[in-house]
């Protein structure tokens, strides 16, 4: 049997399989659906924080022309599954999703309370505009500060002494208080919107009474499925999900939000398809977002830098409807070898709409905490940052007491110190020039679970010699088909051109929702194992068959460019093709499950990025510019390493906006956004990301799974933000611990 | 957005005609915030006005100036040899605006005539007095972050987003406007207005005036200038604070000096005393600051916007050392 990396298909820098149709415009996403006889929805949102629905007048929008119709509380068409005490929906959190029009109360700013249905999208944007909702408002709470004394601990946490968001400590609780030489430091992080290119949309068709298909943006292909069909209380594969192409996501779809069910609501009501796309506007109240957290770390080391105890508190903003909870604290349990940690996780309700898990969720967070406090100490003991966690490096999980299964950060570390030129760090911040403007340098680490959950993946072997496979995993920007084309050219011994990977659709074999950094490891194990059952169909196929390769079994031949062979017989030698078509076979196909076995309760398994970089600081004016990145990430085999780099760099920009650009602002008079649109929410744009220099160290984790492969979707960012603040601060000596910092936070 | 009726005349007589005499009658160009405004319920015209049509796009030397026609395009106008040669400024500030894109469809005409980016204005949830008089400032005692520190009244502290018009201020153009009764010129100074009790007024010109053109008159200011914009990303966002500075210079000398900013009041902040302080002076940090000093008197601040009153002459002072070649 061949060595893994035998054949050189995994590990190309390959062109992505469906670029041509993305930058010629033929890729499809659900908004540029177009069915027969299609109508348009748009929402109308609440204008009130908190309280109820007093009147509805909808009278001159359903006047206006092309109206087909207006549904709110009192007349839209009823969930069955909305009886029920809770719907399904991901995450599955304590609490009561929101249900669209289910009765008359708001519970935030900006909440869909009507939904209008015209023939085209102007008529129904104008109808919305006349719908006309008086409120009986309430006192509302939506300002994190004044509301903080009213965080406890999640009620998952309450119930079982046991789950992860339980306070943790190891040795002595709080041990830093009593230290010498200690920092204790609040950091702020601003409630953060996804705010990908796409907006969210959906085209909902009742194909018959009891039969669903909906053209959606998500991330969870099978999940959606499953919920709208307890939902509507229809059988699940009566429930058809297409979502071929997302334009990104970056966590808002791995829910299922009210607007879908308002456009299959009103597919139902007015029986013809209804395509509903939301606003910019919408996307802040309506599908999720970082939510505000403030955070609090204690730390204390001895003058040669161990350190002896870390404290890491953290609170999260959640809605008054559903505990949304995240893994803010994780690293801090798990990266350093401090003989004391204690960890504490709140939750704070306020009137606002429910978070979503996005990017790097949680860990974003709480890195940009820690590692902050990291350079704060580095700072007070006088070392290098980098020495410092070099010190404190981890060679085994000091949370679970388990073995890593891979780990090679300190190679990732000196890797990425090299590239950004780290010597040239002052020690003393702000004694670095370059004309006019501050010089300084930075690094964060980051790191997040080496998910894996279980796919399916069906193959089928045609007799040209062609293979297609299917999943119904999305592909929300990183290449997921591109990598499992790979992944199969490389298990299968095929050229990657003969390869077609369909994902996006109910109807194939499941997968899990594409989230938290797993799609490769779950996805790409399951096309292994079907490249593997391909390979031993053809085996026995030609063992049966064929003299040349009687008694031939699939670990004695060689699988190579679509061809098998018998290295003892020479003349053994056959194309896939041809193993078919002399049997007579129009193809072959198999469906092969993966799941992540016993390994995980021997070892503890992470992805582990850091991120080094150089900021430039104009002392007069604030400005700031960030000059260089370099990312390295220790993410086991790269699969490609041009989809991985461009995930990398999307990262890292991420980063840049968490750092210094991105944050919405309320008025908590109104408990309403001011800041809801692409040009008040400041996105990063090109003239803000510097050159990003991304590096791997590329070395399998073969206990991880049997491609070797790690996540990296959420790595990318999670530690860049605190690598630029720390930056910000060797530049200039000010140290900025609420984001996003501005200029006028560095005057 | 409301049902509108489309007309596009090939006259300019025909144009303000037609916005003269219907009320609810608006001209279009570029339609960069019009469109925006309308999507959101802030504008409802029953009529649009195309002026796209008629011919006032030529950036051509007239009587000594440099006039340029309302239609001509924001990207086009930055990049004009004559812009470049004779007011660089102006280049530097349409530059900083927007984006390219924002840039090759916007016109000079309606960049002056954009409206503020204050959240309340554009929330018809909110209260604002510029959309709806009356309701009240909901940015007064609420988020003031990018609002006005000069020139503000009770009534509004909303400010003129505008990057060329700081330019047009400073390099003391006027703007060439014709109307139901004729033709007429406004210097650049009195096109917009202070908000008062009337902020919904936001420029001089009549109901039916057609900006036609800007003039811009030869000045010396072709080599030491400078359009200096902070802001919170570093393309695609409005000034927290700008400043056009441009100098003449003898030697080290200043002969005499324009400056205006924007990002502080409800027009394009024009620096007059601060201008008059520079004249006949050295152009050092020390004159910079004493100027930018000058300049900053009478700012008055609110909640959260009172880094303006340290970065407003932190910028003046990089804006001219810029200038200048000091820097």
Redesign the interface.
Known sequence: MKDYFFQDSVGKPMDRVDGRQKVTGAAKYSAEYELPNMTHAVLVGSIIAKGRIKSMDTKKAENAPGVLAVLYHQNAPKVPGYVQAAHPSEPKPVGQPLRAFYDDKVYFNGQPVAVVVADTLERAMYAAHLVKVTYEEEKHATDFTKNVSKAFLPTAAQRNPKHPLNDYVRGKKDAYKTADIKIEQEYVIPTEVHNPMELQSIVAHWEANDKLTVYDKTQAVIGTQNAFAKDWDIPVENVKVIATFVGGAFGNGLHTWPHETAAIMAAKKVNRPVKLVLTREQMFTMVGYRPHAWQKVGMSATPDGKITAITHEAIGQTSSYEEFTESTLQQTRMMYTSPNVTTRYRILPLDVSTPIWMRGPGEATGAFALESALDEMAHVIGMDPLEFRMRNHTDRDPEKDLPWSTKYLKEAMQMGAERIGWSKRPNIPGTLKNGEWLVGYGMGVGTFGANRGRAKVRAVLHDDGTVVLQCATTDIGPGTGTAMVQIAAQNLGLAPEKIIFELGSSLYPPSPSQGGSATVASVGSAVHAACKALQQRLATLVADNDAGFKGATADKLTFDNGYLSLAATPAARVSFADVLKRQKLKEIEVTEESKPGDERTKYSMYSYSVHFAEVHVHPLTGQIKVAKIVSCADAGTIVNTKTAGNQMIGGAVGGIGMALTEGTVMDHRFGRYVTKDLAEYHVPVHADAPAIDVFFVNKPDLINNPNGTKGIGEIAIIGVAPAIANAVFNATGKRIRELPITPDKLI | ???FQYVQPAKSKAAIDTVTKDQTAMFIAGGTNLLDLM?R?IVTPEKLVDINKLPLKKIQKENGAVRIGALALNGETAEDKLVLEKHPLLSQALNAGA?AQLRNMATVGGNMLQRT?C??FY?T??PCNKREPGTGC?AL???N?MHAIFGHSEKCIAVHPSDMSVALAALDATVLVSGPKGDRKIPFADFHRLPGDTPHIETNLQKGELILAVDLPENPYTKNIHY?K?????????A?ISVAAALDLDGSNIRSARLAMGGVAHKPWRLTEAENFLAGKPATETTFRQAADLAMRGAKAFEHNK?KL??GP??I??ALKNAAGV?
Request: hydrophobic share 40%; aromatic share 14%; no cysteine.
């Open positions: 957005m409301n049902q999507k319920g984006s980016r959240p309340y929330d949830a909110l909901g005692e609420g988020y972050r200096l902070i802001r919170d990303r570093a393309s695609y966002a409005f927290l880094f340290k970065l932190n910028a002072v990089q820097a």
